[in-house]
């Protein structure tokens, strides 16, 4: 079988397209980490303290909200259109970012960006789906763990040095060389796709779709903080959020081309997927937002080097990925690598869980490797997977979909997550809590990880096993989302 006939644009242009997507991909990784050290920079500079919270929910609702209607729009108007559009509207807000005068100004800005990555990391993953066959996937997967682990490390100490040495505003101003550079190599590598008959577009299904997971996200991040939890604003949102997310499964059933067809949810692969990717999502950003809070607070080292915890953490994800990536191609076998996964990372996570005031950093960075390891075995290869198991005319929506169910575990997840730390403190702040309560405070986090670990071996058990297809046209071995819909 020769390049041709496997890769579609032929090896050498591959190369160059599967590199601009991985730029687009680092635009959106990089730049939340780089923001996030510069912030208390800015705040100290625009005021609006009140506000602070707000420059990460703007982005992170607008970047979750989007994704399933960039999916489908790539499926009927193509990949390329749609991945320029994103970085366009990325580049917008990183501009607005950076010129703002005031927090509400920079949260706008922030918005805007977030509406614009909300395309570029599924709709660069969905694009890698078709120029690289399944088979040959996995040798690819690697590079994009990359761009996350290259964000993870180089973001903070980058936001840092830039906050420390000159403008904040240079946060956002430096990812538009990188915008740019992504959006000519796309524009000039990635051919033009013919589309035949273009059907319309449930924008009210999308309405009500974005209408629901913002209501359902702003419940869950300003539960606890903003408002109590059983206050009647959290509760009308939690209300509002079943209701419109109900008018939209209504609404799906009956449209000519829905957004999220529900026919996708018919395919056991696809379903049993996302139900795994929801814990994963939460196990994932625990070990985040939490190992660091572990080491600065617990054991007393500094911030730079709790920050610096999450680079094996992420060394042991991407090395995780390559292996996972070798052996699926290799075998056609990804079960076996799923179902490795998650006793992988509950291991990390039990281990995290037995970390007190006498351990040592190193212990934690050990910790943190298996914990990645255990990451990095699933989350490419569910990808792949679902890519798999659906016709190339969902490729898009599918894609998006693993990205959007991962994401609402995350938010929901380190949410509850972070209440479960807030309770165990009880009035008293953080800052207040000696490393003994606090490290009291964070082990039931760490074990209620194990649990989310469990929760994604079950679901894995019900994905079931596939051959992977060889090239990009050929159909799946089960048309299971036909046969669902038929």
């Given at each position: 079988?020769?390049?041709?006939s496997?890769?579609?644009l032929?090896?050498?242009?591959?190369?160059?397209?599967?590199?601009?997507?991985?730029?687009?991909m680092?635009v959106?990784?990089?730049n939340?980490?780089?923001?996030?050290?510069?912030?208390?920079?800015?705040?100290?500079?625009?005021?609006?303290?009140?506000?602070?919270?707000?420059v990460?929910?703007?982005?992170m609702?607008?970047?979750?909200?989007?994704?399933p209607?960039y999916?489908?729009?790539?499926d009927?108007?193509?990949?390329?259109?749609?991945?320029?559009?994103?970085?366009?509207?990325?580049?917008?807000?990183?501009i607005?970012?950076?010129?703002?005068?005031?927090?509400?100004v920079?949260?706008?800005?922030?918005?805007?960006q977030?509406?614009?990555?909300?395309?570029?990391?599924?709709?660069?993953?969905?694009a890698?789906?078709?120029?690289v066959?399944?088979?040959?996937?996995?040798?690819?997967?690697?590079?994009?763990?990359?761009?996350?682990?290259?964000?993870?490390?180089?973001?903070p100490?980058?936001?840092?040095?830039?906050?420390?040495?000159t403008?904040?505003?240079?946060?956002?101003?430096?990812?538009?060389?990188?915008?740019?550079?992504?959006?000519?190599v796309?524009w000039?590598?990635f051919q033009?796709?013919?589309?035949?008959?273009?059907?319309?577009?449930?924008?009210?299904?999308?309405?009500?779709?974005t209408?629901?997971?913002?209501?359902?996200?702003?419940?869950?991040?300003?539960?606890?903080?903003?408002?109590?939890?059983?206050?009647?604003?959290?509760?009308g949102?939690?209300?509002?959020?079943?209701?419109?997310?109900?008018?939209?499964?209504f609404?799906?059933?009956?449209a000519?081309?829905?957004?999220?067809?529900?026919?996708?949810?018919?395919n056991?692969?696809?379903?049993?997927a996302?139900?795994?990717?929801?814990?994963?999502?939460?196990a994932?950003?625990?070990?985040?937002?939490?190992?660091?809070?572990?080491?600065?607070r617990?054991?007393?080292?500094?911030?730079?080097?709790?920050?610096?915890?999450?680079?094996?953490?992420?060394?042991?994800?991407?090395?995780?990925?390559?292996?996972a990536?070798?052996?699926?191609s290799r075998t056609?076998?990804?079960?076996?690598?799923?179902?490795?996964?998650?006793?992988?990372?509950?291991?990390?996570?039990?281990l995290l869980?037995?970390?007190?005031?006498?351990?040592s950093?190193?212990?934690?960075?050990?910790?943190?490797?298996?914990?990645g390891?255990?990451?990095g075995l699933m989350?490419?290869?569910f990808?792949?997977?679902?890519?798999?198991?659906v016709?190339r005319h969902?490729?898009g929506?599918?894609?998006?979909?693993?990205?959007?169910?991962?994401?609402i575990?995350?938010?929901?997840?380190?949410?509850?997550?972070g209440?479960?730390?807030?309770?165990?403190?009880?009035?008293?702040?953080?800052?207040l809590?000696?490393?003994e309560?606090?490290?009291?405070?964070?082990?039931?986090?760490?074990?209620?990880s194990?649990g989310?670990?469990?929760?994604?071996f079950l679901?894995?058990?019900?994905?079931?096993?596939?051959?992977l297809?060889?090239?990009?046209?050929?159909?799946?071995?089960?048309?299971?989302?036909e046969?669902a819909?038929?």
């Amino acid at each position: 079988m020769n390049d041709r006939s496997v890769y579609p644009l032929g090896k050498r242009r591959t190369l160059i397209v599967f590199a601009g997507l991985l730029l687009g991909m680092l635009v959106a990784s990089l730049n939340q980490t780089i923001v996030s050290t510069a912030l208390p920079v800015i705040v100290g500079d625009l005021g609006g303290l009140a506000q602070y919270s707000w420059v990460f929910s703007a982005y992170m609702l607008g970047a979750t909200v989007t994704v399933p209607l960039y999916g489908k729009l790539s499926d009927v108007y193509g990949r390329r259109p749609l991945f320029l559009i994103a970085i366009a509207v990325f580049a917008v807000g990183s501009i607005v970012s950076g010129l703002a005068t005031s927090m509400g100004v920079l949260v706008g800005g922030r918005a805007i960006q977030g509406l614009g990555a909300g395309g570029l990391i599924p709709l660069a993953i969905a694009a890698i789906g078709d120029i690289v066959p399944p088979r040959e996937r996995g040798k690819w997967q690697g590079l994009s763990g990359g761009v996350f682990a290259l964000a993870s490390i180089a973001g903070p100490m980058t936001g840092g040095w830039i906050a420390d040495n000159t403008s904040w505003r240079w946060a956002f101003f430096a990812s538009l060389p990188v915008a740019a550079l992504a959006l000519v190599v796309v524009w000039f590598g990635f051919q033009k796709q013919e589309r035949g008959e273009r059907r319309p577009i449930d924008y009210a299904g999308a309405a009500l779709l974005t209408a629901g997971a913002s209501s359902g996200l702003l419940a869950a991040v300003w539960g606890g903080s903003e408002f109590p939890w059983a206050s009647g604003e959290i509760l009308g949102l939690f209300g509002a959020a079943a209701l419109l997310l109900a008018a939209f499964a209504f609404r799906e059933r009956r449209a000519e081309e829905p957004i999220m067809p529900p026919a996708l949810f018919g395919n056991r692969t696809f379903r049993a997927a996302v139900v795994a990717l929801l814990p994963i999502g939460a196990a994932m950003f625990s070990a985040i937002m939490f190992v660091p809070l572990l080491v600065q607070r617990v054991l007393g080292e500094s911030a730079t080097t709790s920050g610096a915890v999450l680079t094996p953490l992420m060394l042991g994800w991407i090395g995780a990925s390559v292996v996972a990536g070798q052996i699926v191609s290799r075998t056609g076998r990804f079960r076996p690598v799923l179902l490795t996964g998650p006793p992988v990372m509950a291991a990390g996570f039990w281990l995290l869980s037995q970390v007190t005031v006498g351990s040592s950093s190193g212990a934690v960075i050990r910790d943190a490797v298996i914990v990645g390891a255990g990451i990095g075995l699933m989350m490419q290869t569910f990808v792949v997977v679902v890519q798999n198991a659906v016709p190339r005319h969902s490729l898009g929506i599918a894609t998006a979909s693993t990205q959007f169910f991962r994401s609402i575990g995350a938010t929901v997840g380190v949410t509850a997550l972070g209440a479960v730390v807030t309770a165990q403190l009880g009035s008293r702040a953080a800052t207040l809590a000696s490393p003994e309560r606090l490290a009291d405070a964070l082990h039931p986090v760490f074990l209620a990880s194990v649990g989310l670990a469990g929760a994604a071996f079950l679901a894995t058990l019900f994905v079931p096993h596939a051959e992977l297809r060889r090239t990009v046209e050929e159909r799946p071995a089960t048309q299971l989302v036909e046969e669902a819909a038929a």
